[in-house]
């Protein structure tokens, strides 16, 4: 069954839960048009997330009267298009790609390269932006991207807003790359607490980030709005998996199925899933890895080690297969590290509450998740190393689908008033007219 066979108009209702709101933007006009650009490392036929969601984005500001421009790079991670066009223009927003190629985009040292490589090709655009008279939305894809716009603001008096997907060099940190008192990391702060006090606006994903944010500045109180990532729930509709093909195919129907969908970096706690796996192997339980990160090899070793049998690994899926491996499970999993849950904010934790199925969130016993999770009522959290406590929920809800069900609806309720593309795209708007006011 194909998705726009199942398509329901559901309500877009506000939220009091998300912090920057604004109700009455499309349909308006202003007497100063908006004119955006883009700067973003990954953008379709990219599968990277970000540039997934920077997609969607633009196109709701498009339908909202922007005119975009987004400057990207040329795929490093797409499935069948290595070149991807060098212009396209898709209603209001026109996408200009670097001519330059990823190299080994896998490896750490080709990331880094490439990074630097857009970076120098994108100080150009950010001079054709200025004399467009364009306020500049600088990602953090590569991390060092909102430095580019300091200095063109610096030379020329560039406007720029940054979107902060990550907190480096934090995450750098935290994952014992540098030392806290290291001369790299305190250079790097430095900097940041110039890029942000110059920036127009600041961007961050949740309440948590935003914490993070202010401790490091926190004379940029007025500047940070906390607008979460989203889900487009007329894309990834409830399927259930008697009439899911992806759910055959990979002779999922008859088992209770617990999927992990996304990247399986070292910012993501595998280990405590891992061990709940352990536990449960000997039940007729499916655990199934969709897609792909630092430790998918590691998890693939440990788990041939340990003779698990009930674990599937898949590699990521291109996103028209999304509706059905996203609804090809009973279980949705999401997971933080200890020590990260002020630092990056999972967004396919939108898609799982769109899919609506109930979610198990495994993060640290203070992350802004477990408010979340609790005012959706779609599931429940758990501290980092608590398999035994995950895998007694999976148990309980493999024996009471009805919970299950109630779970999932309630999870796609509560992203359908607060998280959908139109919702958050109004919060973005709002942020965008003040940088230029």
Avoid at 164 to 182: F, K, M, N
Avoid at 359 to 371: D, W
Wanted: glycine share 6%; with cysteine; proline share 6%.
């Amino acid at each position: 069954m194909k998705p726009s066979d199942r398509l329901k108009k559901t309500p877009q209702v506000s939220s009091d839960f998300l912090e920057v709101q604004d109700h009455n933007l499309i349909g308006i006009e202003y007497p100063i048009p908006i004119n955006l650009s883009v700067i973003t490392q990954f953008f379709p036929p990219d599968y990277a997330a970000t540039g997934q969601l920077i997609e969607e984005l633009v196109r709701q500001l498009g339908l909202q009267g922007v005119n975009v421009e987004v400057f990207t790079g040329q795929p490093g991670y797409a499935f069948q298009t290595p070149i991807a066009p060098a212009v396209e223009q898709l209603g209001r927003v026109r996408i200009k790609r670097s001519r330059i190629a990823n190299l080994c985009p896998q490896r750490i040292r080709g990331k880094a390269i490439n990074g630097v490589l857009f970076c120098l090709r994108s100080g150009l655009h950010l001079l054709k932006a200025y004399r467009q008279r364009n306020v500049v939305l600088l990602t953090t894809a590569p991390p060092f991207l909102p430095v580019l716009g300091y200095i063109a603001h610096l030379l020329f008096g560039l406007s720029y807003v940054c979107l902060l997907y990550d907190l480096y060099p934090d995450i750098a940190v935290e994952l014992g790359v540098v030392p806290e008192q290291h001369w790299l990391t305190r250079i790097w702060r430095a900097i940041n607490r110039r890029v942000w006090r110059r920036a127009k606006g600041i961007i961050v994903l949740s309440s948590d980030m935003k914490q993070r944010v202010l401790a490091t500045c926190p004379d940029i109180a007025d500047k940070v709005s906390v607008i979460h990532s989203w889900s487009d729930p007329k894309q990834i509709l409830p399927i259930a998996k008697q009439e899911n093909w992806f759910a055959h195919q990979h002779q999922l129907v008859d088992r209770f199925t617990v999927l992990y969908s996304g990247n399986m970096g070292r910012c993501h706690d595998i280990d405590t899933i891992l061990e709940a796996a352990v536990q449960l192997k000997d039940e007729p339980i499916q655990f199934v890895f969709i897609g792909g990160g630092a430790q998918r090899d590691l998890i693939l070793e440990q788990a041939e080690q340990m003779g698990l049998h009930n674990l599937l690994f898949l590699p990521y899926q291109d996103k028209r297969v999304l509706p059905y491996s996203l609804t090809a499970c009973d279980l949705s999993l999401v997971s933080v590290s200890p020590g990260m849950q002020d630092l990056v904010a999972p967004s396919k934790l939108y898609s799982a509450l769109s899919a609506g199925r109930p979610i198990a969130v495994v993060c640290p016993q203070h992350s802004y998740l477990n408010q979340l999770i609790a005012n959706a009522n779609c599931g429940t959290t758990f501290e980092n190393g608590d398999s035994q406590g995950l895998a007694k929920f999976i148990r309980f809800l493999s024996a009471d689908p009805q919970l299950s069900e109630r779970m999932g609806r309630a999870g796609r309720r509560y992203l359908q008033t607060n998280f959908t593309p139109e919702t958050i795209a109004r919060q973005y708007f709002r942020v965008l007219r003040r940088a230029i006011s």
